[in-house]
């Protein structure tokens, strides 16, 4: 059974940092891609980024890039989010998500499966 488990999410002051942690188990991730979605109250969910595991390959959503980093540590199958200058807009639900199981279908980050989400407010 796969499972993604986020962590990491709080109350913060604008320009402060947070890290946000996915484990993820029951998943080989060498095949696959995973990585950070974002849905604040009454809006669209956003990609925030997506890494590819074979070779490190990390996509950046336009509006968080330059502010947030993605990282992994192998050795615990854990991807990470490093968030720095946090603005009020980054109020969000972060959702840790991979690509599709099916090996014909992959590499698009929130087509498979998705943790349950952790909360990132930043207070103004």
């Known amino acids: 059974q796969v499972q993604l488990v986020e962590s990491g999410g709080g109350l913060v002051q604008i320009g402060e940092t947070l890290r946000l942690s996915c484990a993820a188990s029951?998943?080989?991730?060498?095949?696959?891609?995973i990585g950070w979605f974002r849905q604040a109250p009454g809006k669209e969910r956003e990609e925030v980024s997506c890494?590819?595991?074979?070779?490190?390959?990390?996509y950046y959503g336009d509006s968080v890039k330059g502010r947030f980093t993605t990282s992994r540590d192998k050795t615990k199958n854990t991807v990470y989010l490093h968030m720095n200058s946090l603005k009020p807009e980054d109020t969000a639900v972060y959702y840790c998500?991979?690509?599709?199981?099916?090996?014909?279908?992959?590499?698009?980050?929130?087509?498979?499966?998705w943790g349950q989400g952790t909360q990132v407010t930043v207070s103004s």
């Open positions: 998500t991979t690509d599709h199981p099916d090996p014909n279908s992959r590499g698009n980050c929130g087509d498979g499966y």
């Open positions: 029951g998943l080989d991730l060498r095949y696959h891609a």
């Open positions: 890494l590819r595991w074979s070779d490190g390959f990390i």
